[in-house]
């Protein structure tokens, strides 16, 4: 019984890390060579980009979070290639706005040959997944 009682306990202990923040959640996310700065918003959403296109312009990870307001929390973009860590870059989250606390991070330094499946993790703080952006690089 204390056997069935601790495993239980761990996996709950486990499972939280898969549980998104109650207070954080994605309200537009995308994956774009430009970002309008006035605007504060992705030109264009990619699902593929070209190889050559990717190494010359970089790429940004656009999320719009909405987080209550007075909230002020660390958010982190994961960059994964072919389900490797490639790049954590942190963010800073201020709540507030009804559509979300627009934020982006860029990246330019991809390796050599960025050929593959790429997908960018949106983690709290604690390493909770609040959402995931994904895209294909041929």
């Known amino acids: 019984m204390l056997a069935l009682l601790a495993a239980l306990g761990a996996a709950g202990w486990l499972a939280r890390l898969w549980v998104p923040p109650a207070t954080l959640r994605l309200t537009q996310v995308a994956v774009t060579s430009v970002v309008d700065e006035a605007q504060r918003a992705p030109a264009e959403s990619l699902r593929h980009i070209e190889a050559g296109r990717l190494l010359a312009e970089g ?4 999320t719009a979070i909405h987080a209550p307001l007075g909230l002020s929390e660390k958010v982190v973009h994961v960059w ?7 790049d954590r ?3 800073e989250v201020n709540g507030g706005r009804a559509e979300g606390y627009r934020a982006w991070t860029r990246k330019r330094n991809f390796p050599e040959d960025p050929r593959g499946r790429w997908q960018v993790q949106v983690l709290a703080a604690d390493d909770r997944m609040i959402g995931t952006l994904r895209f294909t690089v041929e």
């Open 80 to 86: 994964r290639h072919e389900g490797r860590v490639v």
């Open 89 to 91: 870059i942190e963010l």
């Open 59 to 62: 790429l940004y990870a656009y």
